[in-house]
C-alpha cells in the first residue's frame, strides 16, 4: 500500500468513525441515569449523524484529482485495510457493534469514554492528514478535524457538572 490516501479515503474512514460514534451515544444515552447527559448524548449521536452526512456530501464535491488513488491497488487491499482502521478505532475495537462497551458503567464513566473516542478520533485524523497531499484535499480533512474538536467542550462541561 501507498504512503499516501486520498481525501476522498480519508472521508470514507470519516464516514464509518462516525457511524461507530453515532451508534455508540445512541446506545449510551439509554444507559445513563442523568437525563441531561442523556439528551447531550443524544444531540452527539444526531452530530455525528450529521458529521456523516457532511462528510459524504465532502466526498462528493472533491475534484477528480482528490479522488485519484494514489497506490496501485489491484486488489481492494486499501478499502479494506482503511475499512478496519476504521473500525477499530476506539468504539469497535474487539467489539461487534457500538456501544456494546457502555454495560455496567455509570454516567461518568461512559463520559469519559466518549471523550476518548472524541480525543482519539482528533488524532486519528491529524495523524491521517499527514498523509495527504496539499493537492490531494489536505484542508478538507482539517475540516474533519474541525468537527471533532467542538464535541470535547460540551462533554467535558457535562461531565464538570456531574463530578
Do not use: C
Not at 479522488?67 to 476504521?86: C, K, N, Q, R, W
Not at 475495537?93 to 464513566?109: F, M, Q
Not at 496539499?134 to 470535547?152: A, N, R, S, T
Request: avoid cysteine; charge should be negative; hydrophobic fraction near 40%.
Amino acid at each position: 500500500m501507498g504512503g499516501q490516501f486520498t481525501a476522498g479515503e480519508v472521508l470514507d474512514m470519516a464516514v464509518r468513525i462516525e457511524r461507530n460514534g453515532r451508534e455508540f451515544y445512541k446506545k449510551a444515552a439509554g444507559m445513563v441515569a442523568d437525563t441531561e447527559t442523556s439528551a447531550l448524548l443524544e444531540r452527539l449521536a444526531e452530530w455525528e449523524g450529521g458529521h456523516e452526512e457532511r462528510f459524504t456530501a465532502m466526498k462528493a464535491e472533491l475534484s477528480e484529482m482528490e479522488t485519484v488513488p494514489t497506490a496501485i491497488d489491484p486488489y481492494g487491499e486499501s478499502a479494506l485495510y482503511l475499512e478496519a482502521m476504521a473500525d477499530d478505532h476506539v468504539f469497535l475495537a474487539g467489539r461487534t457493534e457500538p456501544g456494546e462497551e457502555v454495560a455496567g458503567k455509570d454516567d461518568l464513566e461512559i463520559l469519559d469514554m466518549a471523550l476518548d473516542f472524541e480525543k482519539a478520533s482528533i488524532l486519528f485524523f491529524t495523524g491521517l492528514v499527514r498523509l495527504v497531499s496539499p493537492g490531494m484535499g489536505k484542508d478538507k480533512v482539517y475540516q474533519v478535524i474541525d468537527e471533532e474538536v467542538g464535541h470535547i467542550a460540551y462533554l467535558e462541561d457535562r461531565k464538570r457538572k456531574l463530578s
